[in-house]
C-alpha cells in the first residue's frame, strides 16, 4: 500500500496515514453546516474535499467510515428563528432538508453518518460529566464552562499563545466565567429559547464546541484518523474540540488535522457576515455539477480559490476537453504508454491530496489519448472517479450525442427561457431528463449531457 501524506495543522507537517485499526480502517470527520439558512458555495467546500479523499483513499485500499455532521442547536439558529416568527427545530430541519438536496445536487455519495446535535445530547451531557469530573470544567447558575488554563496543551492546534485569544463569545457570561478564557460547554436556557434538554447541572443545551467533540467520538471513537474542516474553525472551534477530548479522555481526538482554504470573492473570503455569498444550488444550476466539481480541483485543498466568472469558465473549458476526448475512447484497458499518467494523477493525491497537480497528467493523459486510435476508457473512468466525475468519461460511447428530438427541445426551452417562461423552460428540461439529457447551461450557452 503506498503512503499518503497529509497536512496536519497542528504539526504543521505532511504527516503520514496511519490506521488505527486492521484491515486499513479509517475515520474522516468533517464540520458540516449550522443550519440556519441555505449553504452557499464555499460551504460545499469541505464536504467536496473530504468526500474526495474518502474516495482517493478507498481507490487506496482503506476502508474508510466518513462522518459529516449537522449543527441543528446553535445561536445563530434561534436568532434565525425568532426572525422569522417560526420555532427553531422547524427551522433546522427545513434548512437540514435543502442542504441535503443542495449537496445531493453534487451527484457525490453522502457521508456514511451524518448526525445531528440535537439527538447526540446523552453523548454531551456524558463528556461535559466527565470534564467537571476532572476538574477541567465547572459549573455556574446553569451555565457550564471549561477551564482553558487547565489544560497545558491549549493553542497546540492554531499555534496561538493564552494571552492573545478570544473565544468570540462577547460578553456573553463573562460575569460566571473564572476567566475570560472559558469558553461555554452548555447554556442554560434563555427566555425566547424554544429548545432545551435537561442536565443535571439544570436545564439549556450544548454550546457548539462540545457538539462536534461528541458527534465524532461516538461515531469514530477517541484517536482516529482525520479531523477535517474550513480554515477558519482553527480557532476556536476546533482548538476547543480538542482540548475537550484531551481533558475529558486523556487522549487526542484526531491524529491529524486537515484544513480547507477559504473561496474568495473580491479579495474577501466568501461569507454570509460580508454578503458576498453565492447559494450552492444557484451555482450548480447556471454552471453545471461537473464543471463545479472540476473548478473545486483546481486548488490545492489548503490553500484559497477564487471564485469568479473566469475561474468557472476556465474549468469548463477543461472539462469540455475531457468529454470531447470521451467520446473517442472505446471500453477496455488504456495503452501501456498512458499508465505513467494515470500513476503521475495519483502521486499527486498521495502528496497532501494535491488535486491541482493532479489535473496535469489529467490532461497530459487526455492529450495523448487524442492522438490514439481505439484508446480505451478504464484509466480515465479510474482518475475521474475520485472527483465524481466518471460518466465524462463513460458518456458519448463511440461518438453519440443528442439525436434531433432532443436538439429540438434544447432550442423550445431556450426559446422559453428567453421569454421568461420559467416554468416552461422547467417543463421541458424535466421532459429532456427523462430522455437521457441533462442541460448544462455555461459560458457557451447551453448543452445537453447524458444523465
Not at 58 to 76: I, L, P, Q, S, W
Not at 327 to 352: I, K, N, Q, T
Given at each position: 500500500?503506498?503512503?499518503?501524506?497529509?497536512?496536519?495543522?497542528?504539526?504543521?507537517?505532511n504527516?503520514?496515514l496511519?490506521?488505527?485499526e486492521?484491515?486499513?480502517?479509517?475515520?474522516?470527520y468533517?464540520?458540516?453546516?449550522?443550519?440556519?439558512?441555505?449553504?452557499?458555495i464555499?460551504?460545499?467546500?469541505p464536504?467536496?474535499?473530504?468526500?474526495?479523499?474518502?474516495?482517493?483513499?478507498?481507490?487506496?485500499?482503506?476502508?474508510?467510515?466518513f462522518?459529516?455532521?449537522?449543527t441543528?442547536?446553535?445561536d445563530?439558529?434561534?436568532?434565525?428563528?425568532?426572525?422569522?416568527g417560526?420555532?427553531?427545530?422547524?427551522?433546522?430541519?427545513?434548512?437540514t432538508?435543502?442542504?441535503?438536496?443542495?449537496?445531493?445536487?453534487?451527484?457525490?455519495?453522502?457521508?456514511?453518518?451524518?448526525?445531528?446535535?440535537?439527538?447526540?445530547?446523552?453523548g454531551?451531557?456524558?463528556?461535559?460529566?466527565a470534564?467537571?469530573?476532572?476538574?477541567?470544567?465547572?459549573?455556574?447558575?446553569?451555565d457550564?464552562?471549561?477551564?482553558?488554563?487547565?489544560?497545558?496543551?491549549?493553542?497546540?492546534?492554531s499555534?496561538?499563545?493564552?494571552?492573545?485569544?478570544?473565544?468570540?463569545?462577547g460578553?456573553?457570561?463573562?460575569?460566571r466565567?473564572?476567566?475570560?478564557?472559558?469558553f461555554?460547554?452548555?447554556?442554560?436556557?434563555?427566555?425566547?429559547?424554544?429548545?432545551?434538554?435537561d442536565?443535571?447541572?439544570?436545564?439549556?443545551?450544548?454550546?457548539?464546541?462540545?457538539?462536534?467533540?461528541?458527534?465524532?467520538?461516538?461515531l469514530l471513537?477517541?484517536?482516529?484518523?482525520?479531523h477535517?474542516?474550513?480554515?477558519?474553525?482553527v480557532?476556536?472551534?476546533?482548538?476547543?474540540?480538542?482540548?475537550?477530548?484531551?481533558m475529558?479522555?486523556g487522549?487526542?481526538l484526531?491524529?491529524i488535522?486537515?484544513?480547507?482554504?477559504?473561496?474568495?470573492?473580491?479579495?474577501?473570503?466568501?461569507?454570509?457576515?460580508?454578503?458576498?455569498?453565492?447559494?450552492?444550488p444557484?451555482?450548480?444550476?447556471?454552471?453545471g455539477?461537473?464543471?463545479?466539481?472540476?473548478?473545486?480541483?483546481?486548488?490545492?485543498?489548503?490553500?484559497?480559490?477564487?471564485?469568479?466568472?473566469?475561474?468557472l469558465?476556465a474549468?469548463?473549458?477543461?472539462?469540455?476537453?475531457?468529454?470531447?476526448?470521451?467520446?473517442?475512447?472505446?471500453?477496455?484497458?488504456?495503452?501501456?504508454?498512458?499508465?505513467?499518467?494515470?500513476?503521475?494523477?495519483?502521486?499527486?493525491?498521495?502528496?497532501?491530496?494535491?488535486?491541482?497537480?493532479s489535473l496535469?497528467?489529467?490532461?497530459?493523459?487526455v492529450?495523448e489519448?487524442?492522438?490514439?486510435e481505439?484508446?480505451?476508457?478504464?484509466?480515465?473512468?479510474?482518475m475521474?472517479?475520485?472527483?465524481?466525475?466518471?460518466?465524462?468519461?463513460?458518456?458519448?460511447?463511440?461518438g453519440?450525442?443528442?439525436?434531433?428530438?432532443?436538439?429540438?427541445?434544447?432550442?423550445?426551452?431556450?426559446?422559453a427561457?428567453?421569454a421568461k417562461?420559467?416554468?416552461?423552460?422547467?417543463?421541458?428540461?424535466?421532459v429532456?431528463?427523462?430522455?437521457?439529457?441533462t442541460?448544462?447551461?455555461?459560458?457557451a450557452?447551453?448543452?445537453?449531457?447524458?444523465?
Amino acid at each position: 500500500m503506498p503512503e499518503i501524506l497529509l497536512h496536519d495543522t497542528r504539526s504543521g507537517e505532511n504527516r503520514p496515514l496511519v490506521a488505527r485499526e486492521p484491515g486499513n480502517k479509517v475515520g474522516i470527520y468533517a464540520c458540516g453546516p449550522t443550519v440556519y439558512n441555505r449553504i452557499h458555495i464555499g460551504n460545499a467546500r469541505p464536504y467536496v474535499v473530504f468526500s474526495w479523499l474518502k474516495r482517493f483513499l478507498a481507490h487506496e485500499g482503506y476502508d474508510v467510515t466518513f462522518v459529516a455532521n449537522v449543527t441543528d442547536v446553535n445561536d445563530k439558529i434561534y436568532d434565525a428563528a425568532r426572525a422569522r416568527g417560526v420555532g427553531s427545530e422547524e427551522l433546522a430541519r427545513e434548512m437540514t432538508a435543502h442542504y441535503v438536496a443542495d449537496t445531493d445536487a453534487l451527484g457525490l455519495p453522502r457521508p456514511d453518518h451524518e448526525p445531528l446535535a440535537s439527538e447526540t445530547i446523552d453523548g454531551i451531557v456524558s463528556l461535559i460529566a466527565a470534564l467537571i469530573e476532572r476538574d477541567a470544567a465547572y459549573a455556574v447558575d446553569g451555565d457550564v464552562y471549561f477551564r482553558v488554563r487547565a489544560d497545558a496543551e491549549y493553542g497546540a492546534l492554531s499555534h496561538r499563545h493564552l494571552d492573545d485569544l478570544d473565544q468570540g463569545e462577547g460578553i456573553e457570561g463573562a460575569d460566571r466565567k473564572e476567566d475570560p478564557l472559558d469558553f461555554a460547554l452548555w447554556k442554560a436556557q434563555k427566555e425566547g429559547e424554544d429548545t432545551a434538554w435537561d442536565a443535571p447541572w439544570g436545564r439549556g443545551r450544548p454550546g457548539w464546541h462540545i457538539e462536534c467533540s461528541a458527534m465524532a467520538e461516538e461515531l469514530l471513537g477517541v484517536g482516529f484518523e482525520i479531523h477535517g474542516g474550513g480554515s477558519d474553525l482553527v480557532f476556536p472551534h476546533h482548538e476547543n474540540e480538542a482540548a475537550q477530548t484531551r481533558m475529558g479522555r486523556g487522549a487526542e481526538l484526531a491524529q491529524i488535522w486537515m484544513h480547507n482554504g477559504m473561496l474568495e470573492m473580491r479579495g474577501e473570503k466568501m461569507a454570509k457576515s460580508v454578503g458576498n455569498i453565492s447559494l450552492l444550488p444557484e451555482v450548480i444550476e447556471r454552471w453545471g455539477r461537473e464543471t463545479v466539481l472540476l473548478f473545486f480541483a483546481t486548488g490545492h485543498y489548503r490553500q484559497p480559490i477564487v471564485f469568479a466568472d473566469e475561474t468557472l469558465e476556465a474549468a469548463s473549458g477543461r472539462l469540455a476537453r475531457i468529454r470531447e476526448a470521451a467520446r473517442r475512447l472505446v471500453d477496455g484497458p488504456s495503452p501501456v504508454e498512458l499508465r505513467e499518467h494515470r500513476d503521475a494523477f495519483f502521486a499527486a493525491l498521495a502528496d497532501d491530496f494535491n488535486t491541482s497537480r493532479s489535473l496535469a497528467p489529467l490532461a497530459a493523459w487526455v492529450s495523448e489519448a487524442n492522438k490514439r486510435e481505439a484508446v480505451g476508457r478504464d484509466d480515465l473512468v479510474e482518475m475521474l472517479d475520485v472527483f465524481g466525475l466518471a460518466d465524462l468519461a463513460r458518456g458519448g460511447v463511440d461518438g453519440d450525442g443528442p439525436d434531433a428530438d432532443a436538439l429540438a427541445l434544447l432550442a423550445a426551452r431556450n426559446a422559453a427561457r428567453d421569454a421568461k417562461d420559467w416554468g416552461e423552460a422547467d417543463r421541458l428540461r424535466d421532459v429532456l431528463r427523462d430522455a437521457g439529457w441533462t442541460v448544462r447551461d455555461g459560458p457557451a450557452g447551453a448543452e445537453l449531457v447524458p444523465a
